[in-house]
Structure formats: C-alpha cells, structure tokens
T-cell receptor, first 113, second 112 residues
C-alpha cells in the first residue's frame, strides 16, 4: 500500500522567514495531494492541494510543488506569521478507491515572533 | 453553513461501556469518513461511506460500527469501550475522493 513520509516532524522559524515541509510517497498511482493545517484543539483544515498534472500551485503566501519523478511534494510558506503556528499534514490519494487516502504523520510548525 | 458537526466534544467512558459519536454534515457530501488521531501515528481511517446505505472498513475498524441511513449523518458506535480506544476522533466529508476533506472539530474520548 501507499506510504507517505513527512519531514521534519518539528520546525521552528523566525517570524518573516520561510518554512518548507516535505513529503514523499511510494505509490506512483497517487494523483491528488492535499495539505491540511490543524490548529490546537481543532480539526484539520484544507489549505492547498495539487493534482498530478500540475507541478506547482500558489495561494498568497502558501505554495505547493510536486515532483512526480522523485515522488515528493512540498509545502512552502513565505513571510511566516505567528498565526501560521500549527501542525501541518500532507496526504496522498489514489483515485478510484475511497479508502486510499494516506496521511503523513504531521509537522509541528512554530513561528517565533 | 455549519459544515461538519461532531458531538460530543469530550467524553469519558468506563471500560466496557458503549456509546455513539455523532457526525452530521450539511454540504450534501456523498463521502464521509471516521478517523482517529493518536500521538505519533497521524490520522488512521476507521470506517468510511460512499453514500447512504453504503459503508466499508478502513485501516483500524475493530471495536467500531457505523451506519449511514441518510446523506447527512454518519454515527460511529463503540461497542464495548477499551482503554486502547482513548483517542481524538474526527469525522470528515468530501464531495468526491478527488477533493479535499472537510473535517469536524473532533471528539476527545478517554476510556478509563
């Protein structure tokens, strides 16, 4: 089955710096890659996603890149702010089977003011 | 527009008790899932449903039952609670497998 590895598990950055979280996946059939942000005491919230026919997607300060050959995708947050502090999860999805959603283990991001 | 509503937010059970975690969504989503979140283990799929009357097992289904009588509701039943079921439970829904989930705010369950 699919295996998604996420690094790093914790990340501390100074406010205003950039943060990068990386995920690798094993199943070449995966074709949809969402990222979720989970704030303390809340459920995960979808923040950005990318499909396998696209190499990069941006939404204001957040961007995701996908390298299908290397089977990895990354979340980039620029000009970090304290409100970006949260746990971020990546996921890889193989279409055609509903249960084939595999989450990474999460990255705890701390933005230091 | 409430999204996905989970109740209760917190629950303490004694070993052997049963209970139902409620989940309701108002987005007319066909796909609904239950996940449990444990430290160091990420999100693990318990059961899922692709529409009313259709459910199936996920990665960790033992000790849990589900049913889907309507599009809106997807309750999760713990048959005989065990300390290993202490966890945070999330219900999620999506319009399609190729779209992201909308998660509820979670139920923190402690079994003593």
């Amino acid at each position: 089955g699919e295996n998604v590895e996420q690094h790093p598990s914790t990340l501390s950055v100074q406010e205003g710096d950039s943060a990068v979280i990386k995920c690798t996946y094993s199943d070449s059939a995966s074709n949809y890659f969402p990222w979720y942000k989970q704030e303390l005491g809340k459920g995960p919230q979808l923040i950005i996603d990318i499909r396998s026919n696209v190499g990069e997607k941006k939404d204001q300060r957040i961007a995701v890149t996908l390298n299908k050959t290397a089977k990895h995708f990354s979340l980039h947050i620029t000009e970090t702010q304290p409100e970006d502090s949260a746990v971020y999860f990546c996921a890889a999805i193989v279409s055609g089977g509903y249960q084939k959603v595999t989450f990474g283990i999460g990255t705890k991001l701390q933005v230091i003011p | 527009n409430a999204g996905v509503t989970q109740t209760p937010k917190f629950q303490v059970l004694k070993t052997g008790q049963s209970m139902t975690l409620q989940c309701a969504q108002d987005m007319n989503h066909e796909y609904m899932s239950w996940y449990r979140q444990d430290p160091g283990m990420g999100l693990r799929l318990i059961h899922y449903s692709v529409g009313a009357g259709i459910t199936d097992q996920g990665e960790v289904p033992n000790g849990y039952n589900v049913s889907r009588s309507t599009t809106e509701d997807f309750p999760l039943r713990l048959l005989s609670a065990a300390p290993s079921q202490t966890s945070v439970y999330f219900c999620a829904s999506s319009a399609d497998i190729n779209y992201g989930y909308t998660f509820g705010s979670g139920t923190r369950l402690t079994v003593v």
